[in-house]
């Protein structure tokens, strides 16, 4: 389904790439020759240049791009967490007056322009945003997709993701916030398309809020499969979806929930109620 993820070896840096320190570390030289000022100016954003140069200012020693990388990564997540608005998730990413980047997650952001920006290796970026280099890989993947206006790429295991989405909404329903955030990646994220916020919606960041704003809900939805992966659907009485939750799984835990009402949204998905206890 789409573009397959990336699968070049990354484990050791290509010649002119990031690092001559060892594998796995991104201490050494910075990224492709560049500034570090240039990495924490791209990861934050052109206008950023403030927060970049405290950042820098913050580092103990600013020519470690591991560190820059992970005061970046902790500056993205707490403006993620003040955004009044998630963007709608099927709204085209390269629209006008927005930053593509500022679709894609912190982890998803810090990781592709990592990798595609300054050619740092994925096993190097893992340990930065607190995953395998496998999955480092799927988030870069997976953030390309989103910047290209792809689909997002569904879990490799259909089983474990359709696993992954039924404790989820068992979870839901009992009002066991613990139980979600242990299902949700930390850097969870909730979005809504415009008449999902108008039926009561509200986005979020991060895996404590989301789980908060899904606590308690889910009465009504069933299993479905959205576009050929497991998912959520709430139907009307004649039976047509009235509302759908799509899950975006990497190693067993949700890294996005796109709630999705509008009906030009749901005309776009494929759609397939799921018996609770089929296979």
Known sequence: MGTPVDDRTETDPAPGRAG???????????ARGAPMRTV???????????????VLRTATDAGRLSEVAGLCLDRLRSRESRRPAVRDPLDAPGAPGGDVLDTLTPSERLAFVLHEDFGVPYDAIAPVVDRTPAATRQLVARARRRVEGTEEMPEPDPERQRQVVT?????????DVEALVALLDPDAVLRADAQAVRNGAAPAHGAPAV?????????????ALVDGAAGLMWAAADGKPKAVLRFTVLEGRVTAVDALADGSHLDRLELDPLDADAP
């Open 20 to 30: 001559s320190g060892a594998p796995g570390s991104l201490s050494g030289s910075p």
């Open 40 to 54: 924490a100016l791209r990861l934050l954003g052109s206008s950023e240049a403030e927060a970049a140069d405290e």
């Open 167 to 175: 404790a989820f909404l068992a979870a839901a329903r009992a009002d």
């Open 211 to 223: 789980a908060h704003r899904v606590a308690g809900r889910g009465q009504e939805a069933r299993l």
